[in-house]
């Protein structure tokens, strides 16, 4: 899923000093699952929004709505009926949610909540770790099923580096060595002699490297 | 027991602690209520296991919440007591109020006023 934080409360009321009227849009999806923008968080953030008015006696209204996705038009468009009574939208959906409602109301200025963060998986309860970059080219079946580009801080195709210690990163104590990873799981999998192997330089075109991407399947099309 | 406790107090009955949601303490405080505070079992003898342990690092996050909108920390708080302790409950009570008392009323209140 795609992971989140939201912005400290100070940030968004900087961005809605001028307005009164908000509409605030929750995103059932990744945004609901790791606790960031979905109905619970954006019946959380609307209270936050109103107390701290009503503390410095202005007033706001908050309309809450929280859709199925902000990544698909059809579910952007379930706003528009009422969308034209907001000044603004606050939107609590990742970078791309947030930018598919600027393009289908062009002439509402949309604000975000959160800061999008990473793609990964739910360790436990209320904890979230990155896995995937989306580096466009998967290396996953040379690594042991562990990603060289999300794991490691350099993402280095051949590691470890000089910083890996006690199977930590140098970067963070904390911080699993993906190339420790990637040895322990090849070794689990009796693949070590896949560990010989030089990966060749990675092509990063299907990456960001090649500009915005973009995905198209005709059979599909309309 | 025929124990006193401030007036001022308004209970809120629920089945646990662990049922008090942030969104319900923020509603509270919508409303105008100057502070809130959770009266949950002893740690460790609640009845639904992790119900009052919940409602405590929930409480937590709401103190976190609660400074950043600026009506302070101190509003909120989580206490421990049994169901034969009345009087603690009695005690918390008067103590809860004070430190209200002392804080002032919300700042929430004044604008809720204006609008009626």
Partial sequence: MIVANRKSLGEILEMLKPYRKV??????????????????EVGVLASELRLSRAREGQEIEVREQTLER??????IDQVRPFVGEYEV???MACGAGIQYVAERYRDKLVLPAVNTTFLGVTLEQGVWSERCQGCGECVLHLTGGVCPIA???????NGPCGGSSNGKCEVDKELDCGWQL??????ELGQMDRYEEIIPVKDWSPARDGGPRKRVREDLRL | MRLNYPPNVKVVRVPCTGRVDVLLILRAFESGVDGVYLAGCLEGECHFLRGNLRAKKRVEYVKAL??????GAGRIEM???SSAQGQ?????????TERIRALGPSPVKKSLKREL
């Fill in chain 1, 23 to 40: 509409l605030l849009l929750g995103c059932n999806e990744c945004v609901t699952v790791c606790a960031v923008g979905g109905e619970r």
């Fill in chain 1, 70 to 75: 902000q990544c698909d038009y059809e579910y």
């Fill in chain 1, 89 to 91: 939208i606050l939107s």
């Fill in chain 1, 151 to 157: 794991r490691c801080a350099k993402s280095l195709l």
């Fill in chain 1, 182 to 187: 990637i040895i322990d799981r090849l070794r």
């Fill in chain 2, 66 to 71: 609660l400074e950043e909108v600026g009506l």
């Fill in chain 2, 79 to 81: 206490y421990n007591m």
């Fill in chain 2, 88 to 96: 603690r409950f009695a005690e918390v009570a008067r103590e809860m």
